[in-house]
């Protein structure tokens, strides 16, 4: 039996806002950085449908200063949304440590404003999970490191 405060996993419950596959990879001879956005997992539902129409927004970041911004197709109504697209930027490998990429899952809404479902910042400065994969990524020039990293709230 189970209380309401009962939390196997340890997390605070108002975080688990889903997790996205990332796939990163740095070509240090062409100065391209590639990040593909594969899927969604398990994604807060933000309509009132109990789903929501998911988009990946991505910044390019140098310090605090945004660069450029990309964004994937709208898919409708999922919680567990594929995207299957990959978004490449040219970042020196002088710039590489200072950039960042400011990543959204956002719910595009057609009445009203879109909402941040949630976020995570890539890069060496960013939290534990994602500090490590682009480590990797900056380890094994030229392949694609993928893995899951779990959305937090902005």
Known sequence: MFRINDNPTGLNLDYQLGDLLVSLMYVPRTSELTIGFIKARKLKAKDI?????PYVK?????GDKRMEKR??????????PVFNEAFSFIVSWEHIRE???AVTVMDWDNVGRNEAIGGLVMGSKSGPAESKHWGEML????????QWQKLKPL
């Open 49 to 53: 449908t109990g789903a929501s129409d």
């Open 58 to 62: 991505v910044w390019l970041m140098r």
């Open 71 to 80: 964004k994937t197709a709208i898919h409708k109504a999922t919680l567990n």
């Open 99 to 101: 950039t960042t990429l």
């Open 139 to 146: 380890n094994k020039p030229r392949t694609a490191v993928v």
